[in-house]
């Protein structure tokens, strides 16, 4: 696999709404590109994580309604 390949497969991911995916394509880049894009990492981490507590909350809330 090339890091254009790697790219690619991050790009059709977050196209197709899998952050996860994107993020394992980004991580199986070679050091020197992960590092030259770290910002771009950071961030797609970020988005995940924020969109795993903005699913915890909504869920919480459903369920905290449906019980009142």
């Not at 394992?24 to 894009?37: Q, T, V």
């Not at 771009?40 to 915890?56: D, H, T, Y």
Request: net charge negative; hydrophobic share 50%.
């Amino acid at each position: 696999d090339t890091p254009e390949a790697f790219i690619a497969r991050t790009e059709e991911a977050l196209k197709g709404g899998d952050l996860d995916a994107a993020l394992s394509e980004w991580n199986r880049l070679p050091e020197d590109a992960r590092a030259a894009a770290a910002d771009f990492g950071k961030a797609l981490a970020a988005r995940i994580e924020v969109e795993k507590l903005v699913g915890a909350t909504l869920k919480n809330a459903v369920l905290g309604a449906a019980g009142n």
